[in-house]
């Protein structure tokens, strides 16, 4: 059995094959290979974490997790954002202060509780479909324990670690409590409920 490439190794990889200037989503999905889901949810995932950005964030992971859940063998994008150029040495600035922590977080990381692909696919995408829709909120500072979440479930189904992948959907699910009894709070505070009755 071929050994599994780390992850670090794939996206140093990229920045070594990447044009000076600017990149596309299209050029990455097309060298991600069978990574391109696990990479782009994980790279769109450290983006939510900046602030006046997770909204933009939010619609993208919308699109790559309906894409997972409806079995696509990779990300496709509409054709206005998937050539539309960014520039690479943000690109190359993400992916460098990334390398050095999943080059960490794959010592301890590994192929463990293997779940099937497809079936894991599917789930995947319907948990990061809940947490991406979070990321609309307008609340200061909401997005981060969501994207951060996103960011265990793609690292996770990257790597092939279930047991990880379990953790991390256990929070998606808590997180997702969390904000139901929330906004029941919210609407009982105002008396909307009540005022149906």
Not at 122 to 140: D, E
Request: proline residues 8%; aromatic residues 8%.
């Amino acid at each position: 059995m071929i050994p599994r490439v780390p992850t670090s190794v794939v996206l140093n990889n990229v920045l070594g094959e990447a044009p000076a200037e600017h990149v596309t989503l299209g050029w990455l999905t097309g060298r991600l290979g069978d990574r391109s889901f696990g990479v782009i949810l994980l790279l769109l995932a450290l983006l939510g974490l900046l602030p006046g950005v997770s909204a933009i964030v939010g619609v993208l992971l919308t699109i790559v997790a309906f894409q997972m859940i409806l079995d696509r063998p990779g990300p496709v994008f509409p054709l206005r954002v998937a050539f539309r150029p960014f520039e690479m040495r943000r690109l190359a600035s993400v992916i460098r202060r990334t390398v050095p922590v999943l080059r960490y977080l794959e010592r301890f990381i590994r192929p463990r509780w293997a779940t099937p692909f497809e079936a894991t696919k599917r789930v995947v995408g319907g948990v990061v479909l809940l947490l991406g829709a979070s990321l609309f909120i307008p609340i200061p500072l909401s997005n981060v324990p969501s994207a951060l979440l996103i960011v265990l479930i793609a690292f996770a189904y990257l790597e092939e670690d279930g047991a990880l992948l379990c953790a991390a959907l256990v929070g998606a699910l808590l997180l997702s409590l969390i904000a139901l009894v929330a906004i029941w709070e919210a609407m009982s505070a105002t008396g909307w409920p009540s005022s149906l009755l």
